[in-house]
């Protein structure tokens, strides 16, 4: 949801508007190809390598150096990504080591890590993960490629240094042809660093992202835009819209396909180029080589249908942000059947109460923005709890009738739980805060789907508990679902100009909650299977 002056909740025919109509949605990130790839046949051709260190139970390379002293050969080893060669530097899991996962490089000294294979589509861009080892003071490391398989070397970039926690640096490099990269430490002696998740994105040329990856459907259907919200990735026209007050209001209204057409993308391309409250996630996605879509207002949701060219069986991965109308019985029904055979599922909710009518006593508030007697917390339990399949919350969760804020909270997982620690360690960085404006939590029912795991607890909330869960993920059958309590976070502060709209993606206030873009990049990409 938007955000909103705590102190004017006491003002509560004041709070009463501005929060039923303050959550802002955006939909409209949609390639204008037409026509586009099915799901089933979709690769993801920009990310072209990912090395995490992930060895398995025993590291390949457990010492620095490999007698004799600096023999090239001895320090050869063959990792998931190819083969490598690790001078003055091991794969560790100590627990000095910082890692996103089990295993990470370590470096000391004048040490590097050599691609000893090339890329053969260019590079375009080049994520890296860093930290200090332990205690160890601050070094400085750089990233360095090679056209003509290692005989000469230019640096990209300026030299990083590195800092106690995990961050995610990124090279921009536009190099087309064959190329390999070597990571140098620089500075710092024997102090050591470690390095992890190296993610290589093919180079399509001028930088415009490969269009054949996995595709997002983001809906549109459920009046998305009511009220002040407008969780479109982009708007052309418009449309009148009920409001919870009675009568309506002219609202953007998204198509399809989002304009200008997505191959204008590069990897320095604003959010802006498409209008819409969530057109910064969009167009992050496409950068990344994935294409978008929307399903524009009465569109039917179906799965298996091959006459509806928007059937549930085209798209990877099925994006709602605060619905305000309920999905009908045939609806619910294709949703469960896309997730149950592998489909992603990304489930955004916002603020409500226990009762549709009013305040309550705790001073919480509803968000049916459109006065159907349905808000986004209602919609969701519904399909969890009255979909003809499975009624007894699937998924593993319960969404709460609650209105909370907390700005932010650190209280984020941090255990060995594989699914989760993509999601928050992912290649789009690491998230570890999350703020809400107004928005709600969830409940856990582990005895219902034992994948359930809590990722965010609200601060007064116990850590891996069951209650006070602000983000989550699980899976069902084949398909994954990730769930935010709040719309915040994901809106961009751009979109439908009559609307008030806040940067909660990259510059909410006090500044410094930078990890909704890594939260929200990296369950897009879990939920489609990519990482």
């Given at each position: 949801m938007q955000f909103v002056n705590l102190k004017a909740r006491v003002l509560v025919t004041t709070v009463l508007g501005v929060l039923l109509v303050g959550c802002h949605s955006f939909d409209g990130l949609t390639p204008t190809l037409q026509p586009?790839?099915?799901?089933?046949?979709?690769?993801?051709?920009?990310?072209?390598?990912?090395?995490?260190?992930?060895?398995?139970?025993?590291?390949?390379?457990?010492?620095?150096?490999?007698?004799?002293?600096?023999?090239?050969?001895?320090?050869?080893?063959?990792?998931?990504?190819?083969?490598?060669?690790?001078?003055?530097?091991?794969?560790?899991?100590?627990?000095?080591d910082r890692r996103a996962g089990s295993w990470s490089a370590r470096i000391r000294?004048?040490?590097?890590?050599?691609?000893?294979?090339?890329?053969?589509?260019?590079?375009?861009?080049?994520?890296?993960?860093?930290?200090?080892?332990?205690?160890?003071?601050?070094?400085?490391?750089?990233?360095?490629?090679?056209?003509?398989?290692?005989?000469?070397?230019?640096?990209?970039g300026s030299n990083v240094t590195t800092t106690t926690t995990l961050q995610t640096q990124t090279f921009t490099l536009n190099v087309s042809g064959t190329v390999r990269l070597e990571i140098r430490k620089l500075t710092g002696a024997?102090?050591?660093?470690?390095?992890?998740d190296i993610v290589v994105n093919d180079y399509a040329g001028g930088g415009t992202p490969t269009p054949t990856g996995k595709k997002f459907l983001f809906d549109a259907s459920k009046y998305e835009n009511a009220g002040n919200a407008d969780w479109l990735i982009d708007a052309d026209g418009t449309e009148s819209v009920p409001t919870y007050t009675g009568g309506t209001t002219v609202e953007s209204k998204a198509q399809r396909y989002p304009t200008p057409s997505y191959t204008g993308i590069t990897a320095s391309t604003s959010e802006t180029y498409w209008k819409g409250g969530i057109s910064a996630w969009a167009v992050e996605l496409v950068k990344r080589g994935n294409l978008v879509e929307t399903l524009p207002a009465g569109t039917a949701i179906t799965y298996g249908n091959t006459a509806n060219a928007q059937d549930l069986s085209n798209y990877d991965v099925y994006v709602v942000v605060e619905p305000n109308r309920?999905?009908?019985?045939?609806?619910?029904?294709?949703?469960?059947?896309?997730?149950?055979?592998?489909?992603?599922?990304?489930?955004?909710a916002d603020h409500t109460a226990p009762s549709l009518?009013?305040?309550?006593?705790?001073?919480?508030?509803?968000?049916?923005?459109?006065?159907?007697?349905?808000?986004?917390?209602?919609?969701?339990?519904?399909?969890?709890?009255?979909?003809?399949?499975?009624?007894?919350?699937?998924?593993?969760?319960?969404?709460?009738?609650?209105?909370?804020?907390?700005?932010?909270?650190?209280?984020?997982?941090?255990?060995?739980?594989?699914?989760?620690?993509?999601?928050?360690?992912?290649?789009?960085?690491?998230?570890?805060?999350?703020?809400?404006?107004?928005?709600?939590?969830?409940?856990?029912?582990?005895?219902?789907?034992?994948?359930?795991?809590g990722l965010f607890w609200r601060m007064g909330s116990t850590l891996n508990g069951t209650t006070g869960v602000m983000a989550l993920l699980s899976t069902y059958g084949s398909g994954r679902i990730v769930f935010v309590g709040d719309s915040s976070p994901a809106d961009d502060g751009t979109g439908d100009t009559n609307d008030t709209l806040f940067n909660g993606w990259s510059g909410d206030a006090p500044s410094g909650y930078t990890s909704h873009p890594a939260l929200h990049i990296n369950a897009s990409l879990w939920l489609a299977k990519l990482q």
């Amino acid at each position: 949801m938007q955000f909103v002056n705590l102190k004017a909740r006491v003002l509560v025919t004041t709070v009463l508007g501005v929060l039923l109509v303050g959550c802002h949605s955006f939909d409209g990130l949609t390639p204008t190809l037409q026509p586009t790839p099915s799901a089933g046949s979709a690769k993801l051709l920009a990310v072209s390598l990912t090395e995490g260190f992930e060895v398995g139970t025993t590291s390949p390379k457990g010492s620095y150096d490999i007698s004799p002293t600096g023999s090239a050969s001895g320090d050869n080893v063959t990792l998931p990504s190819g083969s490598w060669n690790l001078y003055d530097a091991l794969i560790g899991n100590l627990s000095g080591d910082r890692r996103a996962g089990s295993w990470s490089a370590r470096i000391r000294n004048t040490g590097k890590i050599t691609m000893l294979f090339n890329t053969a589509s260019g590079i375009s861009t080049v994520t890296v993960k860093h930290a200090t080892y332990g205690t160890d003071a601050a070094s400085q490391w750089g990233l360095w490629y090679s056209t003509n398989s290692g005989s000469t070397w230019t640096q990209t970039g300026s030299n990083v240094t590195t800092t106690t926690t995990l961050q995610t640096q990124t090279f921009t490099l536009n190099v087309s042809g064959t190329v390999r990269l070597e990571i140098r430490k620089l500075t710092g002696a024997t102090n050591r660093i470690n390095i992890d998740d190296i993610v290589v994105n093919d180079y399509a040329g001028g930088g415009t992202p490969t269009p054949t990856g996995k595709k997002f459907l983001f809906d549109a259907s459920k009046y998305e835009n009511a009220g002040n919200a407008d969780w479109l990735i982009d708007a052309d026209g418009t449309e009148s819209v009920p409001t919870y007050t009675g009568g309506t209001t002219v609202e953007s209204k998204a198509q399809r396909y989002p304009t200008p057409s997505y191959t204008g993308i590069t990897a320095s391309t604003s959010e802006t180029y498409w209008k819409g409250g969530i057109s910064a996630w969009a167009v992050e996605l496409v950068k990344r080589g994935n294409l978008v879509e929307t399903l524009p207002a009465g569109t039917a949701i179906t799965y298996g249908n091959t006459a509806n060219a928007q059937d549930l069986s085209n798209y990877d991965v099925y994006v709602v942000v605060e619905p305000n109308r309920l999905f009908t019985a045939s609806e619910k029904t294709a949703i469960m059947n896309f997730v149950a055979n592998g489909g992603g599922l990304m489930l955004i909710a916002d603020h409500t109460a226990p009762s549709l009518t009013g305040t309550d006593p705790n001073g919480y508030l509803p968000s049916d923005r459109d006065g159907d007697g349905a808000d986004s917390p209602r919609v969701l339990n519904d399909l969890m709890t009255n979909n003809g399949i499975n009624n007894n919350n699937p998924f593993g969760f319960r969404v709460d009738y609650i209105d909370i804020d907390e700005q932010p909270t650190t209280k984020v997982y941090t255990g060995t739980n594989t699914n989760a620690q993509k999601v928050l360690n992912g290649v789009a960085g690491t998230a570890s805060k999350l703020a809400f404006y107004a928005g709600t939590s969830a409940t856990l029912y582990p005895t219902n789907n034992a994948t359930v795991q809590g990722l965010f607890w609200r601060m007064g909330s116990t850590l891996n508990g069951t209650t006070g869960v602000m983000a989550l993920l699980s899976t069902y059958g084949s398909g994954r679902i990730v769930f935010v309590g709040d719309s915040s976070p994901a809106d961009d502060g751009t979109g439908d100009t009559n609307d008030t709209l806040f940067n909660g993606w990259s510059g909410d206030a006090p500044s410094g909650y930078t990890s909704h873009p890594a939260l929200h990049i990296n369950a897009s990409l879990w939920l489609a299977k990519l990482q």
